[in-house]
């Protein structure tokens, strides 16, 4: 079992930044890749960014976040960031991280996770 817990979510003006963060516990946080997923009210919950266990430049961000968005991941400390730059009024939803214990890919199929996070909100005002 892992359990994870966002934080780092607010309200940020447009043009802002936030860092999120997903604080695992449980089993070895290292063997799973990790993702980054979105719900705006109304809309599906979809991929934001993902990476594998061993991080680095294993990663993949969604079309409309690349370039802004940079997830990371620090094994030691058991934890995943969605550092978020030049958010939009679009950006705004709730936030969730997951885990796969597929860990050696990463992957933007929310059936490959096994856990998931309760969400932090993210709104951006214009």
């Known amino acids: 079992q892992v359990q994870l817990v966002e934080s780092g979510g607010g309200l940020v003006q447009a043009g802002g930044s936030l860092r999120l963060s997903c604080q695992a516990s449980?089993?070895?946080?290292?063997?799973?890749?990790m993702g980054w997923f979105r719900q705006a009210p109304g809309k599906e919950r979809d991929v934001v960014a993902a990476?594998?266990?061993?991080?680095?430049?294993?990663?993949y961000y969604a079309g409309s976040v690349k370039g802004r968005f940079t997830i990371s991941r620090d094994n030691a400390k058991n934890t995943v960031y969605l550092q978020m730059n030049s958010l939009k009024p679009e950006d705004a939803a709730v936030y969730y991280c997951?885990?796969?214990?597929?860990?050696?890919?990463?992957?933007?199929?929310?059936?490959?996770?096994?856990?998931w996070g309760q969400g932090t909100q993210v709104t951006v005002s214009s």
């Open positions: 449980g089993r070895t946080f290292s063997n799973y890749a």
């Open positions: 997951a885990a796969s214990s597929s860990g050696s890919y990463f992957y933007t199929d929310q059936k490959m996770y096994d856990y």
């Open positions: 990476i594998n266990w061993r991080g680095g430049t294993n990663t």
